[in-house]
């Protein structure tokens, strides 16, 4: 796993020992990018259920002002620490040791880009509150963009009376969708 594009381009990311991560792949994250192209650059990010921090970090290379990262493993969310440490971004990301979808309340402010991508196997409801949450508290800034990343034997879409797809992917492992908020 690797930082593909930006200022920290070619750092290896790690995580930590004896936690399983579903990493993206190189292959799925630098297409991901590539379509989100400099929609995000100076916005303020939010990773949840970060792992160990690439696709925030991969923001924070490539122009975004700020990370905001949730990850419920203590363990884990010390090795996003270390990531950006090791990339040189540490003043540019803030990590939160929180479950989701109640961590959400450790969030601050709006973000114009959001990263969900929860492991494969949450419950139905789980995700629900969550994106639910993400409405209610406008996280979501307008222009903003919101990227979930599921499983194809996931069929959990967020509602359309909130929220409306404005590019669908799959890679195969994963679907990635990308989402705006409905006014």
């Keep these: 796993m690797r930082v593909i594009a930006g200022s920290a381009k070619g750092n290896r990311l790690y995580g930590a020992k004896g936690y399983r991560v579903r990493p993206i792949s190189d292959r799925t994250k630098e297409s991901l990018f590539d379509f989100l192209g ?12 970060a792992g160990v921090g690439s696709l925030g970090i991969e923001a924070l290379s490539r122009g975004a002002a700020h990370t905001d990262f949730i ?18 971004l540490a003043g540019s990301g803030d990590v939160m040791v929180a479950v989701l979808p109640q961590g959400l309340s450790r969030a601050r402010g709006t973000y114009g880009l959001i990263f ?4 494969f196997r949450i419950e139905w409801r789980l995700l629900e509150e969550l994106f639910r949450l993400i409405h209610a508290r406008g996280l979501l800034g307008p222009g903003g963009l919101l990227v979930y990343r599921r499983s194809p034997q996931s069929g959990y879409e967020p509602p359309s009376s909130e929220w409306s797809m404005a590019e669908r992917r799959d890679y195969g492992d994963s679907i990635v969708s990308i989402y705006t908020v409905n006014d």
């Design 38 to 49: 400099d929609t995000f650059d100076g916005a303020r990010v939010l990773d949840l259920f």
């Design 71 to 88: 990850e419920k493993h203590r363990a884990t969310a010390s090795s996003i620490k270390k990531n950006l440490e090791r990339v040189h």
């Design 116 to 119: 969900v991508d929860p492991p």
